[in-house]
């Protein structure tokens, strides 16, 4: 229904007529909602509607009524969005999605649960023991595992149990930025280690990292820069070159892979340099592997167990949800993101074929294109996945990150792109639901 916008405040008599806030709170609805939401929560949103009517924009008797619809799902103001971007793993949209396997775990995790107790015996018992044993059975080229919080933590445990006031070398062509501003140099630095830089940016040998180990060596560090790429006249040390030179490697595959991927077929993983000799792995949770974000840490017992022990650690611990997501990601079926990585462009185009004529029927200026995805979160740069989206006029990516769920498309020649490759297909039909609720003329 057509509002006039322009319309002043009621008059005076209706505005005595505004209920009393407690008086819509005793609302049976308003009232069950507190429960589950909070009374604060539920006490804001009717503060605000009833704001509204006292500027007339909201008629008196629906005041209830309006509340009750302005209600968020959950208590938190985080929002569930459909990833239409073509960005497998959106940093801005919390990289990896979570399995319905782990999504399960974590709600199972939730309550009170027996993550440092041992049931049979009841008493304490070695924290997350079966998320690590999980890895450890993914992974078999480990003889232990750790978790962090994340990535970058697992690269600060190393150099602060290991190399702290000591020296840790690292190729000039290496030293990335991670993200945000923050570059690996500082990262490290700020742990107490001291950097030896050897090389150069496009071309660091074995005999560069020989020359420069000696007695105040921590480890020498191989960071595989998974956010950039470096072409030409190049040159780069393996693990299995460094491996020999009598001081541990620590290797950072970034992207998360445990085993290699046949999709991407270039991009490292944590088995394939563990056999090549590297002494510890270093890897994110939420990016290729699929799961929660957290940092993994697996290789040689001895380092495991100083990484473990050391007080920073405890810092550094993630929770009994994190433990479960992970655990659950890695024993259970294949997580969304590696769904999405592996998907059929032909049945990527079929679909964008079906949704586009399906809002054609409808009069939409909608149709399928060809198009590319990417990995994102820092892996596999440079690779194209060959995709499909619905193309829609360009207003519409505006309006459609205000529908519930909101979906983030991307805008490309003018155009909003749906790109199909990060949604799953079960999804198809609530994204049409979105582009009808915000088209021209349905009144939205």
């Known amino acids: 229904m057509d509002r006039d916008h322009t319309s002043t405040a009621p008059p005076a008599d209706e505005r005595r007529r505004l209920p009393r806030t407690d008086a819509l709170l005793a609302d049976p609805r308003l009232d069950a909602a507190a429960l589950r939401l909070g009374r604060g929560l ?39 969005v459909i990833n239409a971007t073509g960005v497998l793993l959106h940093t801005n949209l919390g990289r990896a999605a979570l399995s319905e ?33 999980a890895l450890l059975r993914a992974v078999p080229a480990a003889e232990a595992a750790h978790v962090v919080n994340n990535g970058a933590a697992a690269l600060v445990l190393a150099a602060t149990a290991l190399a702290r006031g ?8 290496e030293m990335v930025e991670i993200g945000d501003g923050f570059r690996l140099p500082d990262l490290l630095v700020s742990t107490g280690a001291r ?50 030179l009598g001081v541990p490697v ?18 490292p993983d944590a088995t394939t340099w563990l056999r090549a000799g590297a002494s510890l792995v270093t890897a994110s ?30 810092a550094l611990r993630v929770d009994k949800l994190t433990l479960a997501a992970l655990e659950a990601t890695v024993r259970g079926p294949l997580p969304p993101t590696l769904t999405a990585l592996r998907a ?33 979160g820092g892996g596999a740069p440079g690779v194209a996945l060959p995709s499909a989206a619905v193309s829609l006029p360009v207003a519409y990516a505006a309006l459609l990150r205000g529908t519930d769920p909101a979906v983030m498309a991307r805008v490309e020649d003018g155009r909003c792109l749906l790109d199909l490759r990060a949604v799953p297909e079960d999804a198809d039909a609530e994204l049409a639901r979105a582009v009808r609720r915000v088209a021209p003329g349905t009144g939205s």
């Not at 008629?59 to 208590?75: C, G, H, Q």
């Not at 949770?285 to 380092?303: E, N, T, V």
């Not at 185009?349 to 294109?369: F, I, K, M, P, T």
């Open 42 to 80: 539920v006490k804001d949103v009717v503060a605000g509607v009833q704001a509204q009517a006292r500027t007339g924009e909201v008629p008196v008797a629906e005041i209830a009524d309006r509340a009750v619809a302005a209600l968020p799902a959950t208590a938190s103001a985080l929002r569930p």
């Open 101 to 133: 396997a782990a999504r399960d775990a974590v709600l199972a995790a939730s309550g009170t649960t027996d993550v440092e107790l041992d049931l049979a015996t009841g008493v304490r018992a070695r924290r997350g023991r079966s998320a690590l044993d």
């Open 166 to 173: 000591r020296e840790i070398i690292v190729s000039r062509g």
């Open 195 to 244: 950097l030896r830089e050897v090389g150069t940016t496009n071309r660091t040998t074995p005999a560069d990292y020989a020359a420069a180990v000696g007695p105040d060596t921590g480890f020498i560090l191989k960071v595989h820069p998974s956010n950039f790429q470096v072409t030409g006249f190049t040159r780069e040390a393996s693990v299995a070159e460094l491996a020999p």
């Open 250 to 267: 620590v290797a950072d595959i970034g992207s998360g892979l445990l085993t290699p991927e046949p999709a991407l077929p270039d991009e």
């Open 285 to 314: 949770g939420d990016k290729l592997l699929g799961g929660p974000q957290c940092g993994l840490l697996l290789g040689d017992a001895d380092l495991v167990r100083t990484l473990a022990r050391h007080p920073l650690a405890r």
């Open 344 to 376: 059929d462009p032909e049945a990527l185009r079929e679909r964008a074929d079906r949704l586009a004529a399906s809002l054609r029927a409808d009069g939409l200026d909608s149709h399928a294109v060809d198009t590319e995805a990417v990995v994102g």
